[in-house]
């Protein structure tokens, strides 16, 4: 990755609808090498997908909750199976496996505290649980940021 392909993940984090030759013209690059450059990193992965970013609160989802998850055995078996099971559930839009006092860090969006509760209880209900810490989020500081890359 060089200093050009930078910039163009730089340019399509802040505006993922630009078009290739917006894209272009912003990097100074003519519209065919930019458009291989951007294919590449589409196949190598760097590039994983394209997304809006939408407004929790106008779409419904206000409440943001960061829970922490301890589970009581940790063989192979059962950390697939919860995670296979976290990200089964829509709700929970985040999931990292972190040290510290849990294994498992999830970020959790709900409408209102009565939905989160039904979300904590299908938490609550897999096998293997030993604890589960909530932490709620009174207001975003910062989200969705860019990926800082290093130049």
Not at 15 to 20: P, V
Not at 27 to 55: D, F, M, W
Not at 61 to 80: C, E, N, P, R, Y
Request: glycine share 4%; aromatic share 6%.
């Amino acid at each position: 990755m060089d200093d050009i392909d930078r910039h163009i993940l730089k340019a399509l984090q802040e505006d993922g609808r630009l078009t290739n030759v917006e894209l272009a013209d912003k990097i100074n690059l003519s519209a065919s090498p930019c458009l291989r450059r951007v294919k590449k990193l589409e196949q190598t992965g760097t590039i994983v997908h394209y997304r809006a970013n939408l407004e929790r609160e106008k779409v419904g989802l206000a409440m943001t909750v960061f829970v922490d998850v301890t589970l009581d055995k940790h063989s192979s078996q059962i950390i697939d199976e919860f995670e296979q099971a976290i990200i089964a559930m829509p709700n929970i839009i985040s999931c990292f496996m972190v040290s510290g006092a849990g294994d498992y860090r999830l970020e959790i969006v709900a409408k209102d505290l009565k939905h989160y509760e039904q979300v904590l209880k299908q938490v609550q209900a897999l096998p293997n649980i030993k604890g589960i810490n909530s932490n709620f989020a009174i207001r975003a500081v910062k989200s969705a940021a860019t990926l800082p890359l290093p130049y």
